[in-house]
């Protein structure tokens, strides 16, 4: 009885040491470096992969001075709390694996029986090891496996997704920072006007009615500065929470959004380039290889019976000791697993379409992304080359034939006003620029191939009349590695 | 000079000016002030005094088999209207305005005209007596001549006066770009209606868009360039008089729609003539100011005893600006104060203007749109003088001036600051 009770552990012991030692901080790593790879910023799990108190100085460093697009994505990553919440997932998924790895524990079974009108009392023991288990184990572990990678790569996405959306809420709110401004100018023209009016109708050289529209016109000036901030205010909060600032108005941004990279996207080999890079596609495809494992394993056990094997001891009324080994099976009468096998079936090929659904998708989305990236350029150069350059013409010859007395003070501030509508016209699409790079950067599933331009460009200053430009950091250039730690 | 040398002379004279024409535009500028007693025609033949019309040229002549020949080329010309503003005119003979035209009552001319216009044209001869085939009306009278053709008028001179020549084809246009000139007919006794200095200005107003170069033949009311000559001042070039000459000045109009009352400062003057005729001696009266109807003449005269720089200018205000605009609102009166600096934070070349009235403007060297005079005026012996358009200065000094001379005022006759002591002398109070 021995001997086999030995026999039956050893392999099951040679399965438990099977299962190597995973350490807390399993899998973070790789999660940082597929990160880093597709946005050029650190990842880091706070209290795991790096001291809390580190991280709050980071934090407190990237806030102390006008934040850019890329110090705001290295800010987001470093500080956004959905994102701690989500690296918990690998810590999970790493228990779930260790467990994945462990024999189901052996089944010991007692029983005593007293005989009727006294005497000893009879004794069972059995100890029964599922089979079916141990030979499903390997099978097991390579599923917990898979599941732990696709776990890393949802956490990764989770964080590039992260990183999307803090650009985008960036560039909103650079872009309305920059709007409010021209409205704020706006209404200082039209306040000029008004007040120019005001003082001719005190003079007795203009009507009421002149000095009522001019009025109207510097209210609704008014009210679409009042519109521009209030849009600022919101598109600060909603990038604070991105950023995991709770004070949303300490924040402060970088005031003008920079200027095109002077080369344009290649579109050739964006698309495979996506689908390489895209994890939610690579999380996809794990899927399909879960399932296939899933399905092999449904077929192993329809064919296998669920045996238990195992011995039981016995101890008989009179004394006497009886040993020998135990089978336990169900009988496939009923559930031969045919039907498992066909759920298994359904969800490995409805994995399977789903992965072709999502590669479509990505094809497209890149097309689309980067269809919308040409087309916001090409209005940005219109505004650039074209418009602006024109509005500043016209307003230096509206001044000329102010000078000339051929054009009256109304008209000339007319010209300003129109001139920063222009303006206020360009840095919506520039903004557009951004947000379009920001998408085609996501649907692409990492950088784009291109330097970012550092530059502010000097020639919009021109707008902003004898204004100072407040000073900026020089832009973050995400694939400079120096300002990281790794 | 025998009358062979004579020919020669004047058909050199002729082949010259057309040779000016095939040089290019013409310049406007003044002739040399002793242009005038010079001219061809000045000679043995006819001793009437030569008519000087300033900044103008006389068309040249010749004679063949006792027919005065003339030609004008109507074509496209680059002029001068003052310093600062070129148009792109039509004239006649490279000139904006065309030539001056002079001859004598009884003289046969032949005016040969080439069209180089890019539309067909014609010459009317106006206030001339002549046969009803060669007073020019387009299609009244004879075919417009098509661009690149040169008809033939031809008639006999059976008055004297002050007449003027231009088109009667599309005249709203052409006139507007420029066409018209003086025909000037010296009675055939040179000894009657003597004068020492004879001058002829033409009147005519312009419409030019500040900052262009065309003059806009559209313009029906709002008239910004007013010129005599073809000059607006400080283009004009003055009249230049000794003292104690007696002066005519031929005064006509071709503007498209405004009568000139002109006024000329220290003389009382008679007006002696129209384009009908002289007025007898009993019928002339005397007058500050005369009005010059569209399509008309006036000739005065008086006796310019009194010397010094006399203004002679068009009475109308408006008439005094250039290219000044009149779509900007009425600034005078506003309390300007803070408003220079508010506007400037956006605007820095923003400057208030016209609240404490427009003098001056002229002298503030503001940036201007290019080709565009709107403030000009001209500089005198006292500073700015703060008119333009339609103002010439009548020179009388005791000895013949030059252009640039000015009178030298004897002592105590110029206005001066009030002294103290002759305020309070005569009780002018002044706080
Ligand atoms: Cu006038």
Redo the contacts with the bound molecule.
Sequence with gaps: MKVIFLWMLVPILGLMTGCAFLPRDAGIGEVATLVEERTGEPLYWPGVSLDEEVLALRVQELLEQPLSAVGATRLALLNNPSLHAQLEDLGIARADLVRAGLLRNPVLSATVLFPEGGGRTQLEFSLVQEFLHVVQLPLKRRVATKNFEQVKLRTADAALTLAAETREAFYQAQGSLWLREIHGLIEEVAEAAADVAERLHRAGNITDLALAREMERYQQARLAHMQARTRQALDQEKLAVLLGVTQSESLRIAPRLPALPPAEIDEIDLEERALAQRLDLAVMRLEREVRAEALRGTRFSAMQPDLGLGAEVERESDGTWLAGPKVRMNLPIFDAGGSAVAAQQGWWRQALRQEAALEAQIRSDVRQAWLALQQARAEVEHYRQILLPLHDQILEESQLHYNAMQLGVFDLLEAKQRQLEIGSRHVNARRDYWLAHSRLTWVVGGLLPEPVSPEIDEDLEGLFGTEEVPATEPEMVPDSHQEHDH | MTRRQMLARSAAVFAGGVLLKEVGEAQGAPPPPSAGNQRPGADAINRHLPVHTPNVENLPWKIVDGVKVFHLIAEPVRHELAPGLRVDGWGYNGRVHGPTIEAVEGDRVRIYVTNRLPEPTSVHWHGILLPNGMDGVAGLNQRPIPPGETYRYEFTLRQHGTHMYHPHFDEMTQMAMGMMGLFIIHPRDSRAYRVDQDFALLLSEWKIQVGTSRPDPGEMVDFNI?TMNGRAFPGTEPLLVRQGEKVRIRLVNLSAM?H?PIHLHGYKFLVTATDGGKIPPSAQWPETTVLVPVGSSRDIEFNADEPGDWALH?H?TH?LMNQMGHDIPNMIGMDPSGLDEKIQRFLPGYMTMGHTGMGGMGTMGMPVPRNSIPMLGGEGPFGHIDMAG?FTIVKVHPTRPAPDDWYEHPPGTVAEPAPEQDLRRDGIKTG
């Design positions: 007013l405004s000139h068009c109308m008439h339609m």
